[in-house]
């Protein structure tokens, strides 16, 4: 499963959130998913591990007690890609304003082809 695959769930998406302010242990993930989500711990631990398998989050033994952080180097490759969408839109949408500040039609083919109905 590919990251945006995996982020598009909202349980997996409130986990980064919760690894966003830092290295937790399993469980502790799991209890606040219990209380916000109502799913047990097992499914918790199927949602972290698809979170690993896609690089999303890595996972580290100590002791007994299982911790996860965040894969920096994973979500900043998401966050590449979606600055490249959102510059690729901006521009579109700057190009836009400009021409509707100007009070100009957006498509000026079009503006030809309603002069030539007339």
């Known amino acids: 499963m590919d990251v945006f695959q995996v982020l598009a769930d909202p349980v997996r998406r409130r986990i980064v959130e919760l690894l966003g302010g830092g290295e937790r242990p399993a469980g502790e993930i799991a209890q606040a998913l219990h209380v916000e989500f109502g799913i047990s711990q097992p499914a918790t631990l199927r949602h972290l591990r698809l979170l690993r398998e896609s690089g999303v989050a890595v996972c580290t033994n100590h002791g007994a007690q299982r911790r996860y952080h965040l894969d920096r180097a994973t979500l900043d490759d ?6 490249d969408v959102r510059s690729f839109w901006h521009q579109r949408l700057d190009a836009l304003d400009t021409e509707l500040f100007r009070g100009r039609p957006a498509n000026a083919a079009d503006e030809l082809n309603e002069e030539d109905i007339s």
């Open 78 to 83: 998401v966050a590449t890609w979606l600055q």
